[in-house]
C-alpha cells in the first residue's frame, strides 16, 4: 500500500506527503488513517487506508509517464467534425471534472491542451480559465517533483510544448 513519508497524488488537489499513521476507533473498530499534508497547500487531511485506492490517492507518476505526458502535449487538438453542433461550456465542463477526479494524468493533461487550444480560437470564460488554471498546476507540481527541476522552468516547458 502507502508508507510514511511517501509522495502521492490526490485526484484535484495535488501532490502530498503522507506525514502519519494515526489509529482512529469508530465504535467497535480500530481503523488507520493517512494523514495527506499537501505541498503546495496549506491543507492537511486524514483518508482512511483502507479507502486511499478508492478515493484515487496515487503513486507520483514515472519518468517515463511524465515524458508521456510530454509528448501528449505536443499532439495537435482533434478538431470536432464540421457537422457535429459545438460542444457547450457547462457540458464539457462537466466531462472535465469527471476526469480531473480520476487524477489521471494523462487525462489532466488532455483538459490543458484542450484548454489551451480553445483560447487560440476565442476568450477563455471564468471558468474555462479556472480550470485551465488548475490543470496547469496539477500538472507543474507533479513533473517538477517527479523530475526535480524548478516549477518555473516546468511552467515554461509546459506551455512551450502546446501547439
Known amino acids: 500500500?502507502?508508507?510514511?513519508?511517501?509522495?502521492?497524488v490526490y485526484p484535484g488537489h495535488g501532490v502530498a506527503e503522507i506525514t502519519?499513521?494515526?489509529?482512529?476507533?469508530?465504535?467497535?473498530?480500530?481503523?488507520?488513517f493517512l494523514e495527506l499534508k499537501f505541498?503546495?497547500?496549506d491543507m492537511t487531511i486524514l483518508v482512511p487506508e483502507n479507502n486511499a485506492e478508492s478515493v484515487g490517492i496515487r503513486p507520483l507518476s514515472s519518468n517515463k509517464c511524465?515524458?508521456?505526458?510530454l509528448k501528449i502535449l505536443a499532439e495537435p487538438v482533434r478538431e470536432q467534425h464540421p457537422e457535429q453542433p459545438t460542444v457547450n461550456w457547462s457540458k464539457r465542463n462537466k466531462e472535465y471534472q469527471g476526469q480531473l477526479r480520476t487524477g489521471d494524468l494523462s487525462?489532466?493533461?488532455?483538459?490543458?491542451?484542450?484548454?489551451?487550444?480553445?483560447?487560440?480560437h476565442k476568450e477563455l470564460s471564468f471558468g474555462e480559465r479556472s480550470l485551465l488554471n488548475q490543470t496547469e498546476a496539477l500538472l507543474v507540481e507533479e513533473i517538477s517533483i517527479v523530475?526535480?527541476?524548478?516549477?518555473?522552468a516546468v511552467i515554461?516547458?509546459?506551455?512551450s510544448l502546446v501547439p
Open 1 to 8: 500500500m502507502f508508507s510514511l513519508k511517501e509522495k502521492v
Open 20 to 32: 502519519r499513521i494515526v489509529k482512529k476507533r469508530t465504535g467497535e473498530t480500530i481503523l488507520n
Open 39 to 41: 505541498i503546495n497547500k
Open 66 to 69: 511524465i515524458q508521456d505526458i
Open 107 to 120: 487525462k489532466i493533461c488532455v483538459i490543458y491542451r484542450d484548454l489551451k487550444h480553445i483560447s487560440t
Open 147 to 152: 523530475e526535480k527541476i524548478q516549477p518555473d
Open 156 to 159: 515554461e516547458r509546459v506551455r
